[in-house]
């Protein structure tokens, strides 16, 4: 079991760009696989973005492809989103969760990701 963190949301304007964190705190943090999901008020949960254990694969939602990047720092525990030319439907409370499990079938599925973080407000502005 690991606890998580998440920084960096904020109101931003379409177009613009933020970086979020996800602090990671547990032993063998590279064996774990991360991913970003996000709820939008009144939806829900959609998968956004994962990085798989070790850092050996990326993998992200077809709405923000090209737009957002995830990536890991082993060495500080920690996985960022960064997210440019953001637009008004990205407005959302950002989650990062983790898994040891990372298995590529079910790795958009966020009822296999048993370790949450309490969310980062996004907000655009048109």
């Known amino acids: 079991q690991v606890q998580l963190v998440e920084s960096g949301g904020r109101l931003v304007q379409a177009g613009g760009s933020l970086r979020l964190s996800c602090a990671v705190s547990?032993?063998?943090?590279?064996?774990?696989?991360v991913a970003w999901f996000r709820q939008a008020p009144g939806k829900g949960r959609d998968f956004v973005a994962a990085t798989r254990y070790g850092g050996t694969s990326t993998h992200y939602a077809d709405s923000v492809k090209g737009r957002f990047t995830i990536s890991r720092d082993n060495a500080k525990n920690t996985v960022y989103l960064q997210m440019d030319n953001l637009q008004p439907e990205d407005t959302a409370i950002y989650y990062c969760?983790?898994?040891?499990?990372?298995?590529?079938?079910?790795?958009?599925?966020?009822?296999?990701?048993?370790?949450w973080g309490q969310g980062t407000q996004v907000t655009v502005s048109s």
């Open positions: 969760a983790a898994t040891s499990r990372g298995i590529l079938s079910t790795i958009r599925r966020g009822d296999m990701y048993p370790d």
């Open positions: 547990g032993s063998s943090f590279s064996r774990y696989t």
